[in-house]
């Protein structure tokens, strides 16, 4: 009985570590020409689920091979794998054993559409490529190019002959594949010209709506009005220490205070810190 029908099919969702998922999947059995035309007999004459799961396991390795191709687009390898995993499935359900061909074969197919797919979508914010025409060139364009720098015009027109495309297409997608997708706001470290680039410099400036400022200052008042009532409930020492080392314009040291209360620089602290924890607790009683 192959091996694999001992695992279990949580291997078809590879994890984090990629490593420990290769070394599983490699040690399931590969299946002979006989066993594969016998599994798919079964799943196609008789929906057989058990044979399905299978024919999957059986293949992991090779869905693991062709998404390792698609290293170079900065997207997680074992979700490539997992793609390619879901192509991989669809594939066994519509392989037909008179077929004549090995199920890898019709396979690669359907594990490429799901991996291309998924580039697609996650690669780019903004799509790249929409049409046939476009998709080829996205692929194409990257594997084609023999350097990291802009194509000259021979290799454009090359290429376009190549692929069937116009030149024209050829230099959009590059221009495309060349570009990346702006952030909404600057970088802490943008230049100005950078940070008067970023989308967010061209929302509406609404520091002067009357509404926003009017609100703004209907806030502050009642944020006074509850500071003012929460200091009330304070006695008169632990006010005064308060005010004066947090709320007048020249703040008083400690040892300044000390001196009037003819008391340690210490104790003034612990006063303060004691009066903070009561203000804090009444604003939040007030609120």
């Known amino acids: ?13 590879p994890g984090a570590n990629i490593e420990g998922y290769a070394h599983a999947i490699k040690a399931i059995s590969m299946l002979t020409v006989q066993e594969e035309r016998d599994l798919a007999e079964r799943l196609h004459r008789d929906n057989d689920i058990e044979a399905a799961r299978t024919l999957v396991m059986s293949h992991l390795r090779f869905v693991m091979h062709i998404a390792y191709s698609y290293r170079g687009y900065g ?8 793609e390619g995993n ?25 594990i490429r559409a799901e991996i291309h797919e998924y580039i697609l979508r996650n690669w780019r914010i903004v799509k790249v490529a929409t ?62 010209d950078e940070a008067d680039m970023a989308p ?4 509406e400036d609404s520091r002067y709506d ?46 300044e205070l000390a001196t009037h209360y003819k008391v340690s620089a210490e104790r003034i602290r612990q006063i303060e810190s004691n009066a903070m924890k009561k203000l804090k607790r009444n604003i939040a009683l007030l609120a």
């Open 86 to 110: 879901i192509g991989l499935m669809k594939a066994v359900k519509r392989f037909d054993p008179t077929f004549g061909v090995r199920l890898v074969s019709f396979a690669v197919h359907w």
């Open 131 to 192: 049409t046939k025409s476009q998709r080829k060139l996205f692929f194409n364009l990257r594997s084609a190019k023999k350097h990291l720098g802009w194509l000259t015009l021979a290799e454009v027109e090359n290429m376009a002959k190549d692929l069937g495309v116009t030149t024209k297409d050829v230099l959009e997608m590059e221009t495309r594949l060349n570009t990346h997708d702006m952030a909404f706001d600057s970088a802490s470290d943008a230049n100005d």
């Open 75 to 82: 997207l997680s390898q074992s979700d490539l794998i997992q």
């Open 1 to 13: 009985m192959p091996q694999a029908l001992s695992l279990n099919m949580q291997l078809a969702v």
């Open 210 to 255: 009357p509404g926003i400022i009017t609100e703004k200052e209907e806030w502050k008042k009642h944020g006074q009005g509850q500071l003012h009532l929460a200091m009330g409930k304070l006695d008169a020492r632990s006010q005064d220490i308060l005010k004066k080392r947090w709320l007048s314009e020249k703040k008083v040291t400690l040892q």
């Open 200 to 203: 967010a410099a061209f929302l």
